[in-house]
C-alpha cells in the first residue's frame, strides 16, 4: 500500500567553520547559529573545523576524523562520506578572501556564497575600491603603498589631510585599522597595517552615519534587504566596540531619508551583480551630511551568530532564517562546475 508520506532524499552538507584570522571565535558562533536553523527535513550537515593544516570532522562518540583533501570527503567507519555542497562559515582567511573558494573550484566542490574572484577582489580594500567606483558608487580618496615603499608624508598632507584611516589591505574585524589625527601618529599606524599585510591604504576620513545592507539572492532575485545603523561610544567602529557589549548599538532601520536608503538599495543591488557576488554578503556606507553614502566595504561572509546584522535584518523583514540558508543552499547546488 502506497503511503501518503513524502520521502526526502537528505542532502549532505558539510559546514565549514574555524579560520586562521582574529574573527575564529566568531565563526564557531556563526556555524552554531547555522547549524541549530539549517533545514534537517532536506539537510543532514557535518561541522566540518578547520584550523591551519587541521581539517577535522568530530563524529558523535568524540572520534575526530581527519578531512580527505583530494575530495573533501571523511571516512567515518570504513563508510565514504561525500557531501554535495559546503557552507561556509569562516569569516577572514581562508573563507573570505578566495583560498577555499579556489580549493573547492579545483576540486569540483559546489559552495554557499561568492566565487573566488568575487572573494579575493573585494577582500582587498583598494582594488575592491576602483571596481566600485568604476560602477559609478561613491568612495572615500585613498593612497596605495606596498610594503618597503616610502611614504610621502607631504602628499598625505595635502592629498588626504587630517584626521585619515590606515588600513591593512587584506584584513577584517578593525585589526589593522587605525584613525590618525596628525601627522606624528602616521609612521606608527603605518606599521601596525604592515603587521597583517604587504599592503595598505591611507584614507580620507569620512564624517557621517555609519550603516550596513544586507543584499542577498534569494530565489533567484537579488535583493537587499534592510539598512542597519552602526552607533559607537568609541571614536569609530573599531575592534572593541565591535566585540564588546555595551560598546555598539544596531539601529534597524537605519535612521535615514527614505531617499538615501533606496539609494544604498540600489547600489547594494548593483555592486552585488556587478561583483559578481552570491549568497549573503553585506554592504558598509558612511553617509555624509549632505546624504551622500560613500562605499567602504563588502563583507563576504558576515556574521551569522544570533546577535549578528544580517540574522537581525532578516527577522526585521520577517523572513524565516531557515528558509534562507536553504535557498543559500539551493544556489550553491545549482552553480555551474567548469
Ligand atoms: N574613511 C573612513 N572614514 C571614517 N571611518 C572609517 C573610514 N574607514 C574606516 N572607518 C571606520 O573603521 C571601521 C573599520 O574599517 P573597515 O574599512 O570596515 O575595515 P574592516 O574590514 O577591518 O572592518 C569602519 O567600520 C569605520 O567605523
Ligand atoms: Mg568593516
Request: proline residues 2%; hydrophobic residues 35%; glycine residues 8%.
Amino acid at each position: 500500500m502506497q503511503s501518503n508520506q513524502y520521502f526526502y532524499i537528505m542532502k549532505k552538507i558539510a559546514l565549514i567553520t574555524g579560520g586562521n584570522s582574529g574573527e575564529y571565535e566568531i565563526s564557531l558562533k556563526t556555524a552554531e547559529n547555522i547549524m541549530n536553523k539549517i533545514d534537517r527535513r532536506f539537510y543532514e550537515p557535518y561541522l566540518i573545523h578547520l584550523k591551519g593544516n587541521e581539517w577535522t570532522y568530530t563524529a558523535e562518540d568524540g572520534r575526530v576524523v581527519e578531512v580527505d583533501r583530494n575530495d573533501f570527503s571523511l571516512l567515518v567507519d570504513g563508510k565514504k562520506i561525500t557531501f554535495e555542497a559546503v557552507f561556509i562559515a569562516i569569516h577572514g582567511n581562508p573563507g573570505e578572501n578566495g583560498r577555499l573558494q579556489a580549493y573547492f573550484d579545483m576540486i569540483g566542490m559546489r559552495y554557499t556564497g561568492c566565487g573566488m574572484l568575487a572573494s579575493a577582489l573585494t577582500f582587498n580594500k583598494f582594488y575592491c575600491n576602483l571596481a566600485v567606483s568604476s560602477f559609478g558608487v561613491p568612495i572615500s580618496k585613498s593612497l596605495h603603498y606596498f610594503k618597503g615603499d616610502k611614504i610621502d608624508a607631504e602628499l598625505v598632507e595635502r592629498e588626504i589631510q587630517y584626521p585619515c584611516f590606515v588600513k591593512s589591505c587584506n584584513s577584517g574585524s578593525s585589526v589593522g585599522v587605525t584613525k590618525v589625527h596628525n601627522a606624528s601618529e602616521l609612521a606608527s599606524a603605518v606599521e601596525e597595517a604592515f603587521k597583517y599585510d604587504s599592503q595598505l591604504i591611507i584614507e580620507k576620513y569620512l564624517k557621517g552615519k555609519e550603516v550596513t545592507c544586507g543584499v542577498a539572492r534569494i530565489n533567484g532575485k537579488i535583493q537587499a534587504l534592510a539598512i542597519t545603523q552602526i552607533v559607537t561610544t568609541r571614536e569609530y567602529y573599531d575592534y572593541k566596540s565591535k566585540y564588546t557589549d555595551g560598546l555598539h548599538d544596531l539601529i534597524t532601520p537605519a535612521q535615514i531619508s527614505d531617499d538615501v536608503r533606496d539609494k544604498i538599495f540600489r547600489y547594494s543591488e548593483k555592486l552585488y551583480r556587478e561583483l559578481a557576488c552570491g549568497g549573503i554578503v553585506r554592504m558598509d556606507y558612511i553617509v555624509t551630511a549632505d546624504g551622500t553614502p560613500y562605499f567602504l566595504e563588502v563583507n563576504t561572509i558576515p556574521g551569522q551568530t544570533a546577535m549578528s546584522i544580517v540574522p537581525c535584518q532578516i527577522k526585521y523583514l520577517g523572513m524565516d532564517l531557515t528558509e534562507v540558508y536553504s535557498s543559500l543552499i539551493e544556489e550553491a547546488l545549482q552553480n555551474d562546475i567548469f
